[in-house]
């Protein structure tokens, strides 16, 4: 390696940190937003905190991915004539929100075409209530053997996670910099995923759910 091209990499590493240093209080806000939105009454009504989850790179020396996660809650309504407490609030469902920045490994070549591969995004995806306790983790969305098979894109921009010919949970990918602020937030991550969490078929409604709304499709080429 040359004098150049030792210097060029230093300037490259020096800028990719600097870059990073400068998004961290925004994404910080963001990920913040996002949990006081989804716990929010309006939204989804009861949840429940699930806990938080960190995906470290080579070293822990920063984080590649960030999730929260959400259990959301129904209580049975109190029917006339009864007597006694209401019966416990019984979870629907699970929210995942995971924060990519960024891989956590080298990739090969023969990858898929998975646009969250490439570059920072919000993955915003839930189980339904067929599989109310399960939720997503971030190791879900690496390019390994299992996940390849099992991810399949809907079309629309909708994605889902297909056991045995059927659609267990499902999920939509935003990029980071399309949420500038709390109503894009709203706009574009809460909206649509209120919309298709409520569907018996996600898929029916996924047009409109993410009319006007930057979600990432499939690579091409």
Request: glycine share 6%; aromatic share 10%.
């Amino acid at each position: 390696m040359t004098n150049e091209e030792i210097a060029e990499n230093g300037r490259r590493l020096f800028q990719s940190t600097e870059n990073l240093r400068k998004s961290i209080p925004d994404l910080y806000a963001l990920i913040d937003s996002l949990r006081n939105f989804v716990e929010e009454e309006e939204f989804f009504g009861e949840v429940t905190d699930l806990g938080d989850e960190d995906a470290g790179g080579k070293g822990e020396w920063l984080s590649t991915a960030y999730a929260y996660n959400a259990g959301v809650m129904s209580s049975p309504k109190r029917v006339q004539g009864q007597k006694g407490p209401n019966k416990s609030p019984k979870q629907i469902g699970t929210i995942s929100i995971i924060t990519r920045l960024c891989n956590s490994d080298d990739l090969n070549d023969a990858i898929p075409a998975w646009p969250w591969l490439n570059q920072a995004c919000l993955i915003v995806a839930w189980h339904p209530k067929d599989n109310p306790e399960d939720n997503w983790e971030i190791e879900n969305f690496e390019p390994n053997d299992e996940n390849v098979v099992s991810i399949v894109h809907l079309g629309k921009g909708l994605w889902s996670w297909r056991e045995d010919e059927k659609d267990y949970a499902y999920f939509f990918v935003l990029p980071i910099f399309a949420l500038r602020n709390e109503f894009d937030l709203k706009r574009f991550a809460l909206h649509p995923l209120k919309l298709l969490f409520d569907a018996d078929d996600p898929g029916a409604v996924a047009e409109d759910a993410f009319r006007n709304v930057h979600v990432l499709m499939p690579q091409s080429g």
